[in-house]
């Protein structure tokens, strides 16, 4: 079953095409210009030339259309609206797994939330209740997810209204070999998707000697 990835053409959309290609899934990228989810998709597959044509670009709709059940949003905030209003119809039976932060335009140290508490929040409103949104995958840096020689060094926090289909994202995100926790339901992304900001600043001080930080979820050493 492909996984398509819409806005899958930035750098965070096809740092997890690669992954989810080296774990044997079929990647369908898409993007508003077919030819240049064409054009990236065959750079991929040049990448990691190992996987065959496990990765395909095409038009944000047919990627839709031909996908198995998960679709992942990796669109601009700036476009993250109107892309869901857009592609609304034919999201029946599929699960969207938001990755989208609300960062400010004036500065992506900052967020700048919709009225409905989140971007995970807002796809839901415009989606309804039928089509669950699973917000995921927010605070992993583009930079890691291309860099195949490196494991993704953070945890994932997964929320959503639906417990089922966090539950179905948690299971997909083992494919690409991360640790995913269940962090409840959809207002939880208005702490989730807060934390981008707080790495971006982190990662870009040079008081901080890294850059690339994630989010790890550590047990107690007496348990």
Do not use: Y
């Amino acid at each position: 079953m492909s996984i398509a990835i819409i806005g899958g053409t930035g750098p965070q959309g096809q740092g997890l095409a690669k992954r989810f290609a080296m774990a044997g899934k079929d990647v369908i990228i898409g993007s508003r210009n077919e030819e240049n989810a064409k054009k990236v998709a065959s750079e991929l597959l040049n990448q990691i030339p190992s996987v065959g044509n496990k990765i395909i670009g095409c038009d944000n709709k047919e990627a839709i259309k031909n996908a198995g059940e998960f679709i992942i949003l990796s669109v601009p905030w700036s476009a993250h609206n109107a892309t869901l209003n857009e592609l609304k119809s034919l999201l029946s039976g599929k699960i969207l797994i938001d990755i989208v932060v609300p960062l400010s335009e004036k500065d992506p140290k900052k967020v700048d939330m919709p009225p409905e508490g989140s971007a995970t929040e807002a796809a839901q409103v415009i989606l309804g209740e039928n089509i669950p949104v699973i917000g995921a995958l927010h605070n992993v840096s583009a930079g890691v997810l291309n860099n195949l020689e490196w494991e993704i060094n953070c945890d994932i926090l997964v929320c959503g209204n639906s417990l089922d289909a966090r539950m179905k994202v948690i299971d997909l995100l083992t494919n690409i070999k991360v640790k995913a926790f269940n962090v409840g339901d959809a207002q939880s992304a208005r702490c989730v998707e807060a934390l981008t900001p707080i790495l971006i600043r982190l990662n870009i001080s040079k008081k901080v000697p890294f850059n690339h930080a994630g989010i790890k979820i550590w047990a107690p050493e007496h348990n």
